[in-house]
């Protein structure tokens, strides 16, 4: 495999899977947008595992639409930024969102930390995004640089099967390292040893409440930002 090569096709075929069609479709699509019974159950699933201070400076990481923005947005005085790659579902959030600010970007490479400063955040959020990621240790190490000492990383995805990545999800598969992990203790294994330390690993219970009974389940898992800098950067 040349790797270069292959995180070039990864990153096209990401922008032109959520092209303007896609993205237009996204808040209405099960599993995808969120309901307003799933905002509830989201919000309440993340006050169980953190608190965000008023006034908490966040980037929602491969925001997309900004469905999880719209939970986010509960804390008061919240400063969120929204890092998303394709133009067409960034494009969605300045009507949607406008307290929002949107990043144009990946989050994978090591080139992709030119985004932020150090030490910008209290809080990196990410949802369904890690199981998208070409390169999860890279991008963990670019958020650890990007968070405050003591800043907290929460990562929300699925248990997703194989077969959940249809049509031309397939030929994702193979070449994601989470698209299909059936763990628990992948994400906060990776965490760590970028030197984070894992807070809580939980399941999303109140969300998982509203899944049919063939939805993957989701976790979520909080990691707090020990030193500066770590010697496995
Ligand atoms: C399933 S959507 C989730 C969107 C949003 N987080 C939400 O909760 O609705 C996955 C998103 O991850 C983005 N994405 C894929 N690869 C990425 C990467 N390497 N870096 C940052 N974002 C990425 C996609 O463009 C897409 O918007």
Known sequence: ???CEVRAAIRQKYV????ASEADHYDTTPGHGLSTIEVESYWSDLQRVITLQPGSVVLD???????????LLRVPGIKLSALEPSPAMLAKLPAKL????????????AE???????????????RQVVCSLFDPLQAFKNWHYWLKPHGLVVV???LFSREGWAGQGQAYVDVLPLASSQSLALTPYLLESVGFRVQAVEWMAATNATLNES???????VASKQAEPSEVF
Do not use: K, Q
Not at 61 to 71: D, K, N, R, S
Not at 215 to 221: A, F, L, N, P
């Open 156 to 158: 929300i995805d699925g």
């Open 112 to 126: 992709d930390r030119r985004h932020f400063g150090p030490s910008e955040f209290d809080a990196i959020v990410s």
């Open 98 to 109: 406008p307290a929002v600010t949107p990043r144009s970007g990946f989050t994978d490479a």
């Open 16 to 19: 032109d899977t959520y092209d």
């Open 215 to 221: 939805g993957s389940r989701r976790y979520i898992v």
């Open 1 to 3: 495999m040349n790797w």
């Open 61 to 71: 990481v491969g925001a997309g639409t900004g469905e999880l923005c719209h939970v």
